[in-house]
């Protein structure tokens, strides 16, 4: 929508009473032939948004240039043609600004000659006053389904693109959330001795857009949008609308919740596709399996016995509660039809949707449902429990602990595993989804907020299938989770007629459902792995506090500290002016956040642990991250004695000061001997301290932390 066709300079100060009367001229006739058309027209949206109560312009439409109306409304006018095929009406030169009623019938015939299209009739309308332009639209995502975006409109919509977006029903404080997030918040409040805006105003049509019984549940949404929205000191009100209708995809019935556990601790396994001739994968997971001594039978049509592991010819034959099948994808439906009594059979064979064989995947789900069986994949890479001896990794199992993740990817949640692990990760369930033809993230995550063994869960997706139960599930869980989405720049919402579609992309989405659900959403696998690290080690802490404190060596580390803890949204408040004093009584003489104080191979390994307990008890702080320079225990000393007696000080912190959650973060530490970081991380995690390499990791699990308390 250009300039000249969304701008208009003035207000409606009209009740909506008096927008009716004047409008009943033919505002309230709906045309059969729009709902046929490719959107319905202008004036039919606005009488929807009156009926919904939101103030639009006072007008009437012409259909043969009786103007005789227009000496009802006030001037300036403005005048509109509506016809099939104009959607962009301005670039087609069908908006007049600025006219008088005299003026209409000239300016409707030059319209007439110079618009391509065909014109149905007119819209007269009066041009409304200057105020703040905002523009509000609704589109349906195709995971997600009903969005709402607001943000700066008219011709500042696309060239700022300043907005916010919701997943519908929004709440009251969501609207006031999306409009203070705005860059240009400001301007609501009154800019440069201008007027504020009436915000309460704008809630009022937010909600009406977008919140419970709002006009996002009675639109058949493809895209509907409201842009310009002149927002003054005595309301709003809608000058220009579009709405081109949409069909809502069906939405798969979700399953009722069942028992996910032998999935992650079956009492045996088989796996269909190892060879006695040829190793392969199959062979490959029996090696895993008999090394975590899991019961297990392989399958294979003539052979009693694969690679030392007792064989039976068909899943029909096998007592289990797990089925690994690697075979090619033509003939896995085969194999899992016969997998009647097996509840869960795994599918690591790629070649169905991914590979564009639909159809090949949807003959699997029907053998799976044919079967009784519960498919998990295909191409996925499976299970991992070190309780329930499953695995998809070699070399063992990790130690058992608390935290699960969900994966579409099997190759990165191998890496997650490793990874986490060497950082001292212990997880309760790892589970790979491949393409979800059966089990879901959604469905995996409700059990996992159900499961005792679980206190955090990591999510990496790229295609969340059903998005909205998945929205719903993350609403649900009570307890932390973290989300790495691959693919999000990529693919987006795209609409050729509105700015709403071309504004609500994949990463936008996601940060909605993340802000809205309480979800940290991080942009990397190291990221995934820190805060996953971050709840393992505090998740269950209560905290009394809400600000944060950096306490370290000096130098331009802690500068760079304050631009990565603001880069991650965490604010550095000030310290407490009465504790000054006695910071000096400890040798302590700045005074910022980052708090600078020394700590080294001469240094006195309690200062730190000291310097937290005068500001902690004046001021509650929700988190402390205590930082060290590694190298300078060993360029200016010969042991690493001295570092592990500071953390060893920091431990002892933690363990005195239950109500503050303590970060280690070890700078540098590539440069300490061998072993020397793993045993820090030993001393540190037996106090219930997450350690980090990086001030930048450090500040995303402690924003994640805030935002999950704070949710």
């Known amino acids: 929508m250009s300039a000249d066709e969304s701008t ?30 490719e959107h319905v027209y202008e004036h039919e949206v606005k009488a929807m948004l009156r009926e919904a109560g939101v103030p639009v312009p006072r007008g009437f439409v012409v259909r043969d240039l009786d103007f005789g109306p227009a000496a009802e409304l006030s001037e300036p006018l403005v005048l509109k043609a509506f016809g099939p095929g104009l959607v962009h009406k301005s ?10 009623a005299r003026e209409l019938p000239a300016a409707a015939r030059a319209m007439t000659a110079k618009v391509p299209a065909t014109i149905a009739g007119f819209l007269v309308e009066e041009q409304a006053d200057a105020g703040v332009e905002l523009i509000v639209g609704l589109v349906r995502d195709p995971a997600f389904g009903p969005v709402l975006l607001t943000g700066l409109g008219g011709v500042w919509a696309e060239a700022l693109r300043d907005t916010a977006l919701r997943l519908c029903p929004i709440s009251e404080q969501d609207a006031r959330d999306m409009l203070g997030s705005l860059r240009g918040a400001a301007l609501l409040d009154g800019h440069r001795g201008g007027p504020p805006v009436d915000v309460d105003a704008v809630v009022k049509l937010l909600m009406a857009a977008g919140g419970p019984g709002g006009l996002w549940e009675r639109l058949e ?31 798969p019935a979700a399953r009722p919740p069942g028992d996910l556990l032998p999935l992650f601790e079956p009492r045996a396994v088989a796996v269909v596709g190892a060879s006695t001739t040829r190793p392969n994968f199959g062979n490959m997971f029996l090696g895993f399996y008999r090394a975590t001594g899991l019961p297990l039978v392989a399958v294979h ?28 994808a033509e003939r896995c439906a085969e194999v899992v039809r016969q997998a009647y009594g097996v509840p869960f059979v795994q599918v690591m064979s790629g070649g169905f949707g991914e590979a564009g064989h639909p159809g090949l995947e949807r003959e699997l789900a029907e053998a799976a449902r044919a079967a009784g069986t519960r498919l998990l994949g295909p191409n996925c890479m499976g299970v991992y429990c070190p309780r329930g001896r499953q695995t998809f990794v070699g070399g063992g199992v990790g130690p058992a602990g608390s935290v699960a993740l969900i994966s579409q990817s099997g190759g990165l949640a191998g890496e997650v595993i490793k990874v986490g692990e060497r950082r001292g990760l212990a997880f309760s369930r790892v589970v790979t989804v491949g393409n979800s033809a059966d089990v879901t993230p959604a469905e ?75 979800a940290a959403l991080v942009t990397s696998q190291d990221d995934l792995i820190g805060v996953l690290a971050f709840f393992q080690a505090h998740g269950s802490r209560v905290t009394t506090g809400e600000r944060v404190l950096v306490v370290g060596p000096s130098g331009g580390a802690s500068v760079l500290a304050a631009d990565a803890f603001d ?4 604010r550095l408040d000030p310290l407490p002016g009465d ?11 700045a005074a910022g956040n980052p708090l600078e104080v020394p700590v080294g191979p001469l240094g006195r390994a309690g200062l730190v642990p000291e310097v937290i307990d005068v500001l902690v008890r004046r001021r509650p702080y929700r988190d402390v991250v205590a930082h060290v320079n590694v190298p300078a225990f060993f360029t200016y000393g010969d042991t690493a004695e001295p570092l592990y007696a500071y953390t060893r000080a920091v431990a002892a912190a933690q363990e005195a000061l239950p109500g503050v959650r303590i970060t280690l973060v070890t700078r540098n530490g590539e440069c300490a001997p061998p072993g020397v970081d793993d045993e820090v991380r030993r001393i540190a995690a037996a106090a219930g301290i997450p350690v980090y390499r ?10 994640a932390g805030g935002r999950y308390g704070a949710a």
């Open 8 to 37: 208009h300079e003035g207000a409606v100060s009209a009740s909506p009473d008096a927008h009716q009367d004047a409008a009943s001229v033919s505002l309230g006739e709906h045309e059969g032939a729009a709902s046929a058309a």
């Open 91 to 100: 670039d087609a030169g069908a908006v007049a600004l600025g006219l008088t």
């Open 221 to 251: 949404l493809g895209e509907f949008e409201l842009n310009p929205v002149i927002a003054g000191p005595s309301g709003v009100v809608a000058v220009d609308a579009r709405h081109l209708p949409g069909q809502a995809p069906a939405r």
């Open 301 to 328: 049509p003539t052979a009693s016995e694969v690679s030392g592991v007792p064989a039976v010819p068909s899943l029909a034959r096998a007592d289990v509660d797990y089925a690994l099948v690697a075979v090619p």
């Open 444 to 518: 995996l995550l409700r059990w996992l907020a159900r499961d005792e063994e679980t206190r955090a869960v990591g999510l990496y997706l790229e295609d969340p299938r059903d998005g909205r139960e998945l929205y719903e599930a993350l609403r649900a869980a009570d307890l932390p989770v973290v989300l790495l989405v691959g693919g999000r720049s990529g693919q987006g919402q795209q609409a050729a007629a509105s700015h709403t579609g071309g504004l609500v992309s994949d990463r936008r989405i996601w940060e909605a459902v993340a802000g809205q659900s309480g």
């Open 567 to 570: 880069l991650a949204g965490v």
């Open 579 to 589: 504790a000054l004093e006695s910071l000096r009584g400890l040798g302590v003489v």
């Open 694 to 703: 990086s001030m930048e990791a450090a500040a995303v699990a402690v924003a």
